[in-house]
């Protein structure tokens, strides 16, 4: 089982990001996860804006996971990110989204990342943790919904 935390380090989490549209989220996602990872930000603003042409990242419930493969990435990498305010995001629900998983993959981990996918996806649907990652007030406290185990799911 792929645990959030094999993914997603603490530094990686974001409280009251501003962003007042989808093209705005995806810059200043890109900004953040290149420094990270050490990679200039346009090829993963590219990635980012070519996959979402394939279909919305938006799982609905004011949720939206956006991922990429990215050559040069080394290791399967996540980012949380809460906006301030949702914003329209043409998600499933047609709901605006305010919670937001970057998930970002060397190009060779397909496998890796559907496991990664699927884990935060079930994780997010989990009306305890989106409602609780919507109140709480620190980055330690998202990390600690984050690396919870949700029913349904295996240990």
Same mark, same amino acid.
């Given at each position: ?18 962003? *007042?549209?989808?093209?705005?989220? /995806?810059?200043? +996602? !890109?900004?953040? =996860? %290149?420094? #990270?990872?050490? &990679? ?54 047609? *709901?605006?989204?305010?919670?937001? /998983?970057?998930? +970002? !993959?060397?190009? =060779? %981990?397909? #496998?890796?990342? &559907? ?41």
């Amino acid at each position: 089982m792929v645990e959030v935390e094999d993914f997603l380090p603490l530094a990686n989490l974001r409280l009251g990001v501003p962003a *007042a549209s989808k093209a705005e989220l /995806f810059e200043e +996602l !890109s900004r953040i =996860a %290149a420094a #990270a990872v050490g &990679l200039d930000p346009r090829p993963v603003l590219s990635s980012l804006e070519q996959r979402e042409k394939l279909g919305t990242t938006g799982i609905g419930d004011g949720v939206a996971i956006p991922h990429a493969r990215l050559p040069g990435l080394d290791r399967l990498t996540g980012f949380f990110v809460r906006l301030k305010a949702p914003i329209e995001y043409d998600a499933l629900d047609n *709901a605006p989204v305010d919670l937001v /998983f970057l998930l +970002l !993959s060397p190009e =060779a %981990a397909s #496998a890796l990342q &559907l496991k990664a996918l699927a884990r935060i996806a079930r994780l997010l649907r989990d009306a305890e943790v989106s409602g609780g990652l919507r109140t709480a007030t620190s980055p330690e406290a998202v990390y600690e919904l984050l690396r919870r185990k949700v029913p349904g799911q295996a240990a």
